[in-house]
């Protein structure tokens, strides 16, 4: 649903013990790309409202706040905020529930808000000459555009590799079983597309999670690693930062990162280093992703007289250079684009016919869909990757032309007939989805099944129920089993 | 199974929450801030104020990477921007790529920062610096001679100068975002509208600024009473109307004083209205109340105003009145009937109603005069005025 | 293709001049022309060479002309007369729409008949937003009849509402003008004086079958100072011209015909403005008297006097305290008017527009490097020898994009210059008093805010 922050990285977080979150919540930093970035807009109006109160707040209280036809989005809020241990119950006199955000957290992000004297949690700036953006743009670009031609192997395609990879990207996408080296051939598999059709920041996450999973093994300890890129989202593109205040372990983390292109930095001697816009940008919303960097990945990175990349980045940015495939509603797709990543990219669910100097056409058939799918490839990847690589004027049209008709629904920038049918042949193949969780049953009475299960659908963890025989099956069963608790 | 369902077909991550833009107008009238700061149990000097304003502010830009701020100052002699500022040469012309506020201000930016600021969020500090220094300088250049002559606070055109803001940043916003709006088609609309006295242009770029554009709304701190306020009424109500058809709510966060127009302002434009009863509590007000956006405040019951003064003010003796007389030409309102039966805003010549309200007043019988010479009877140049005189 | 067009826009204009010799020229030129269009089916013949005025910028892009042909389209707009005339504020309206079978035509798109529903509506709502204390009934011709939609209210979703019905309905036989005008003129019968009496028709035929002489008809609308418009959808119809003509002393621009879907709104919503009142006419106007009710709440549900309908918040007429549950309206008991003051607010800007800008040339521009209101930048200002090159563009557009109030003598954007005189109506430079030589005295300080007020 809406509120659902992006998976990947929650997901990771919420799967981390306690005691992770207590040390990772005493960085102002942290606690601020947390909430920024982790949670729905319900849940920031409740850390915000309960932040400044010296006393805990009456459950009922909070309860009251919400209209009544929103006790869905509250549920969740809550239970987000509870997962993240960002919110805590706890029980004031007259045994009263209320809620009140746990300590670390607080005075971290009071102190994000309001500043305070410990040093360094969001940067510490150095006197260097600060870089051009567009050059930190286009290096960020490059780096990345290498990793991804990497793992799917735009070298077929006859491109010079100008990016050389090193040892520890490799083996960190191996250990991601994003790709598989076979015979020294570097195979791509299921996951690694799933991967190379995400828009950037979700890869930048997916990457950096596996980075953070990874440093355990190493020897780094996960949670400074992890603060570590919290921080590195807070600072400021284009400004240079001393590294003199890291610790070796976030060096060493840092020298990682300029690999994918996340940091810059002159030479690995150097005293100070640049955030590139992957890094900045961690904590926004994906819509930032109109930035140039997306832009100039899907665009046009050989340099070719394109608005795109070639010119400054605020120049592109104005220009909302981001997409530039056009689909039609015959299933024939156009694509500004000379990329061969890009190209190789689309040619995985598309069969293609001819090629230009700065376009492809192809058709999305019920064969290349099957081929994709086949490859792994689900039917909901390919269409994010459509509409986030959608042409501008594919927006433009979509949009008004939906916002004029029936203002209820959100504006769908594909054909919708395409979309159903691009899911339709997925489904011709694809018939069982797995989705792991937990089957609650044996419940004695009706009335003692009902309520749990409309709790667990208003905490929205709720997949599937059956009145008849009196189970339900979620996807995470702690709450409703606290819930079941409750009640006895 | 059933993921061939109407709902889905729409959920893409092409389109996120959009940013909000916040436009605070800070009332830094010097009487009233004067008043508020006597020592007393309910004290808050507007050092205290601005400081739980810049957190409040904080807190905004940390809700979404993209969200944006903006502070008008309304003083007695004018109404100025604090934040941002269009001075510095830097500022460029749209960058609209969404981290604004971190681009904007490269100026203050390049200098190292002093020390115990150190570890400041870098667009936080941004704000807050230029925040305090233009405040500084307003209140550095206002006179004693400038406070005698007015106590009252230029809302209205702090409410015009911010809504000039929000309708820049939508338009750039739009532009960035890859048609969301086609500010081309949205203008072009206005074209329709412009017969009308601009109608449908700016509603239909409200239809599609609703939905998926830039989030606006305003908030205004008000410490100054309506009386100052009264010769502004028709361009603070034009202001009102504007931020109404733009779907732009109003919130009024009231410090001391009462303000008619701004109850008005924030019941018209489905805003939060509070007269706070503890000025010292402004911060946990402003973050309890005002911080939720228009996306969050579907889900929230909000403190608003369920009786609000809708009294006006007569033209004449500017008293609010329950029962009023309207020139039935140029609508101005009268608390009694003219003596000469003449209109003293446009001059026309009224026939007086038979109106038993008032038994000193006999309805006349007055000869109906022409309104004036000359074809279309314009009521004169464009210079009546139509406000009540000091 | 081209070329038929080419020879087509000369035979109509000759066309023009020998069949509609008589008609005051200016507002006969379109109609006339937009009967032929619909002949041919709708299509955009009347091509402007828009290609040959655009110029090649110095960087071999046409960018600038295009931009500078849209600045100077947004700025077409804008340029109408500010003269405050003096409008009828209070007005009373009637709406005749069209139900006959000439409106199922697919020349406008979906059908004739269901654009005008929609744009009936949309106008309704204009109507309300910009005259919100008139009033306004809605009236159908079908199968020969007039036929009641609404009757005369103030009441905006009883309107919308009963326009939204008609959708289920088709539109069916022949339509009768005079019938749809003697209705009207019933309904508009008894309406005060002090106010204005207006009919607009929506009208897709080219016919009306009627009862008796229409001549008649418009002689007692004409006495009755009732005031017709009609937007035509198919061709301009004689009987229709000679309508709006009479009723508007002359002055025949109160009848159009649509070209397309995007003039046909233009049409309808031009009607929302304020009609100025004629100076021929001895002036009615009146001293009215009017409540300003305050909302009230209360704990238990009680019966509004309006409706009987139960409800807990209301506005409490502010002579005899009864009820009513939503403005403006008449106090059921005691007759007074009642209307929020904001209601009076909203037309002001109507009786009070906001003066036009001027053009700045580059000889002032220097003073200002960005917008006033928004802050944007203005082009800089190039040395004096290109100061009068590239004067391309059509009247109106500032050269340096600056546009500057002449009262406070800041400067602003094009966009800004659009928002005000559009949406805001307040111009962001007076209003915030930001005296332009920096140190002007406390006098002109003053003096300028008495200025300030007289433009909006």
Redesign the interface.
Same mark, same amino acid.
Request: overall charge positive; aromatic content about 6%.
């Given at each position: 649903m809406a509120a659902a922050p992006s998976s990947r990285p929650f997901e990771y977080l919420e799967g981390l013990p306690g005691t992770v979150f207590f040390k990772l919540y005493q960085q102002p930093s942290t606690a601020l790309a947390i909430f920024r970035r982790m949670l729905p807009d319900l849940a920031k109006c409740f850390v915000m409202a309960l932040l400044y109160l010296k006393d805990p707040l009456p459950a009922a209280d909070l309860e009251v706040w919400v209209k009544s036809e929103s006790l869905k989005e509250r549920d969740n809020a809550l239970s987000i905020l509870g997962r993240l241990h960002i919110l805590s119950n706890t029980v004031i006199a007259n045994n009263v529930r209320a809620y009140m955000v746990t300590n670390p957290f607080a005075a971290s992000l009071r102190h994000a808000l309001t500043g305070a004297e410990q040093i360094q949690s969001f940067g510490v700036v150095a006197d260097a000459p600060a870089i051009s953006i567009a050059n930190l743009d286009e290096y960020a670009r490059r780096q990345w555009e290498g990793v991804l031609g990497y793992m799917v192997g735009t070298s077929g395609l006859g491109i010079q590799r100008d990016v050389n990879l090193s040892k520890g990207v490799k083996q960190l996408l191996q250990a991601g079983h994003l790709v598989e080296i076979r015979s020294s051939r570097v195979d791509i598999t299921k996951d690694g597309f799933a991967f190379v059709l995400q828009d950037v920041s979700t890869q930048v996450w997916h990457i950096l999670i596996l980075y953070v999973e990874s440093a355990e093994a190493i020897g780094m300890d996960s949670v400074e690693v992890l603060s570590f890129v919290f921080l590195l989202s807070s600072l400021e593109l284009g400004q240079a930062y001393e590294k003199r205040h890291l610790t070796s372990n976030q060096l060493r983390t840092l020298s990682d990162l300029a690999d994918f292109g996340i940091v810059y930095q002159e030479s690995p001697e150097a005293a100070h280093f640049y955030p590139t816009r992957l890094a900045t940008t961690l904590t926004s919303d994906s819509s930032a992703l109109s930035n140039p960097i997306s832009g100039a990945l899907s665009g046009n990175p050989t340099g070719e007289p394109s608005p795109t990349s070639s010119s400054s980045p605020n120049n592109d940015s104005n220009k909302a250079g981001t997409g530039f495939i056009i689909i039609e509603t015959n299933y024939r797709l156009y694509a500004y684009t000379s990329s061969p990543l890009q190209i190789s990219l689309i040619a995985l669910f598309t069969t293609l016919k001819y090629r230009f100097p700065n376009l492809i056409t192809g058709k999305i058939t019920r064969q290349s869909i099957r081929r994709a799918v086949e490859m792994g490839i689900t039917a909901d990847q390919i269409i994010s990757y459509l509409s986030t690589h959608a042409h501008p004027q594919m927006r433009k049209h979509n949009t008004s032309r939906s916002t004029s008709n029936q203002a209820g629904i959100p504006p769908s920038i594909l054909p919708p007939t395409v979309v159903d049918q691009i899911r339709l042949w997925q489904l011709e193949r694809d018939r069982v989805q797995a989705t792991a969780g937990f089957l609650f049953k044996d419940f004695v009475s009706l009335a003692e099944y009902e309520a749990p299960c409309r709790y667990a659908e208003e905490i929205g963890v709720l997949v599937w129920k059956s009145d008849r025989k009196r189970m339900f099956f979620v996807t995470r069963h702690e709450q409703v089993a606290a819930f079941l608790r409750s009640r006895k | 199974?059933n993921?061939?369902d109407?709902t889905e077909?729409?959920?893409?991550? +092409?389109?996120?929450?959009?940013?909000s833009l916040l436009t605070v107008i800070l009332d830094t009238n010097p009487h009233a801030w004067a008043q508020l700061s006597q020592p007393s149990a309910t004290a808050l000097p507007l050092s205290t104020a601005v400081a739980n304003i810049l957190?409040f502010l904080?807190?905004h830009l940390?809700?979404?990477?993209?969200n944006e701020v903006a502070v008008v100052a309304s003083h007695t002699?004018?109404?100025?921007?604090l934040y941002?500022?269009?001075?510095p040469?830097t *500022? *460029? /012309? #749209?960058?609209? !790529?969404? !981290?604004t506020p971190? $681009?904007q201000q490269r100026t203050t930016?390049?200098r /190292?920062?002093p020390a115990?600021?150190?570890?400041?969020?870098?667009?936080? =500090?941004i704000v807050e610096e230029q925040i305090t220094q233009n405040l500084h300088d307003l209140l550095a250049t206002t006179t004693p *001679?400038?406070l005698e002559?007015t106590n009252s606070t230029?809302m209205? @055109?702090?409410?015009?100068?911010a809504?000039?803001?929000i309708? =820049?940043r939508t338009?750039a916003w739009a532009?960035?975002?890859?048609?969301?709006t086609?500010p081309?088609?949205a203008?072009a609309g206005?074209?329709? @509208? &412009? #017969?009308?006295?601009?109608?449908?242009? &700016?509603a239909e770029v409200t239809?599609?600024t609703t !939905?998926?554009g830039l989030q606006s709304r305003i908030l205004i701190l008000s410490v100054s009473s309506a009386t100052g306020s009264a010769?502004?009424?028709?361009?603070i109500?034009?202001?009102?109307?504007?931020c109404q058809?733009?779907h732009i709510p109003i919130d009024v966060c009231k410090l001391s004083g009462d303000a008619v127009f701004l109850q $008005?302002a924030a019941d +018209?434009t489905k805003g939060v209205y509070m007269a706070l009863a503890e000025p010292k509590g402004l911060? $946990?007000y402003l973050?309890?109340a005002f911080?939720?956006?228009q996306?969050?405040r =579907?889900?929230?019951?909000l403190p608003t105003r369920?009786?609000?003064?809708?009294?006006? +003010?007569c033209f004449c003796h500017r008293r609010v009145? !329950?029962?009023?007389?309207?020139?039935?030409?140029? %609508?101005s309102?009268?608390c009694e009937? %003219?003596e000469k039966?003449e209109?003293l805003t446009?001059g026309?010549?009224?026939?007086?109603?038979d109106?038993g309200?008032k038994p000193a007043v006999v309805a006349r019988k007055k000869k *109906?005069?022409?309104? =004036?010479a000359?074809?279309?009877?314009? &009521?004169?140049t464009?210079?009546?005025?139509?406000?009540p005189g000091p | 293709m081209a070329d038929s067009d080419e020879e087509y826009v000369g035979e109509i204009s000759g066309d023009d001049l020998n069949g509609h010799h008589v008609l005051s020229q200016g507002g006969a030129a379109q109609p006339p022309r937009s009967r032929r269009k619909k002949n041919r089916g709708g299509a955009e013949w009347e091509v402007s060479r828009t290609w040959e005025s655009l110029v090649e910028g110095a960087d071999g892009t046409i960018n600038s002309t295009v931009e500078g042909l849209l600045e100077a389209g947004k700025r077409k707009r804008l340029l109408r007369d500010t003269t405050p005339l003096q409008r009828g504020i209070i007005r009373h309206l009637m709406l005749v729409l069209d139900l006959s079978q000439s409106m199922a035509e697919k020349d406008l798109r979906p059908t004739r008949y269901l654009l005008s529903l929609r744009y009936a509506q949309e106008f309704v709502r204009e109507f309300f937003e910009q005259n919100p204390i008139s009033q306004l009934g809605v009236l159908g011709l079908r199968d020969g009849l007039a036929i009641r939609i609404s009757d005369m209210s103030g009441n905006l979703t009883e309107h919308i509402g009963a326009i939204q019905a008609l959708r289920d309905h088709d539109p069916k036989g022949l339509p009768s003008l005079q019938n749809g005008l003697e209705m009207a003129r019933g309904a508009l019968f008894h309406t005060p004086t002090h106010g204005t009496r207006e009919v607009l028709v929506i009208f897709g035929s080219l016919l009306s079958s009627d009862p008796g002489d229409i001549h008649q008809t418009i002689a007692t609308l004409v006495n009755e100072k009732i005031r017709v418009g009609i937007v035509g959808l198919a061709a301009q119809v004689a009987i229709c011209r000679e309508l709006c003509t009479r009723t508007n002393h002359g002055d025949d621009s109160t009848y159009g015909v649509a070209l397309n879907e995007q003039h046909f709104r233009e049409l309808v919503m031009g009607v929302t403005t304020p009609p100025a009142t004629f100076s021929q006419r001895p002036s009615a106007s009146s001293l009215l008297m009017m409540g300003f009710p305050s909302r009230s709440v209360e704990a238990h549900p009680s019966l509004c006097s309006c409706h009987s309908d139960a409800s807990c918040g209301g506005y409490s007429c502010s002579r005899c305290s009864s009820k009513v549950c939503g403005l403006p309206a008449e106090c059921p008991s005691c007759g007074l008017t009642l209307i929020l003051s904001t209601h009076l607010a909203r037309s002001y800007h109507h009786l009070f527009p906001l003066m036009n800008w001027v053009e700045v040339p580059w000889q002032c521009a220097s003073r200002s490097p960005a917008c006033f209101a928004c802050g944007i930048n203005f082009p800089s200002v190039p040395s004096k020898d290109q100061w009068h090159v590239a004067d391309i563009q059509s009247k109106g557009m500032s050269i340096s994009s600056r546009y500057e109030c002449t009262v406070c003598r800041n400067h602003f954007c094009i966009d800004c210059d659009l928002f005000a005189h559009e949406v805001v109506h307040n111009c962001p430079g007076c209003q915030s008093r930001t005296t332009f030589s920096g140190t002007s005295g406390l006098v002109q300080g003053a003096d300028v805010t008495d200025k300030m007020d007289t433009s909006i």
């Open positions: - | 199974m993921t061939i109407a077909h729409y959920s893409s991550s +092409a389109h996120d929450r959009p940013p957190v904080n807190a940390a809700c979404n990477y993209a002699q004018e109404a100025r921007w941002p500022v269009a001075n040469p *500022k *460029k /012309p #749209t960058d609209s !790529d969404g !981290d971190m $681009q930016t390049n /190292p920062p115990n600021e150190m570890n400041k969020y870098r667009p936080f =500090r *001679k400038d002559a230029l209205a @055109g702090a409410l015009t100068l809504l000039s803001h309708n =820049r338009i532009e960035a975002h890859g048609g969301e086609d081309n088609a203008t206005g074209g329709a @509208g &412009s #017969t009308t006295g601009g109608g449908g242009g &700016s239809r599609s !939905d998926s010769h502004q009424y028709i361009p109500m034009n202001a009102i109307f504007a058809r733009l $008005q +018209a911060l $946990q973050m309890m911080l939720p956006d996306r969050s =579907r889900h929230l019951i369920v009786d609000v003064d809708f009294r006006a +003010a009145v !329950d029962i009023g007389f309207v020139c039935s030409i140029c %609508l309102i009268f009937p %003219l039966g209109c446009c026309s010549t009224l026939e007086m109603g109106y309200a *109906k005069k022409k309104v =004036r000359g074809a279309n009877a314009p &009521s004169a464009p210079t009546p005025t139509p406000t | -």
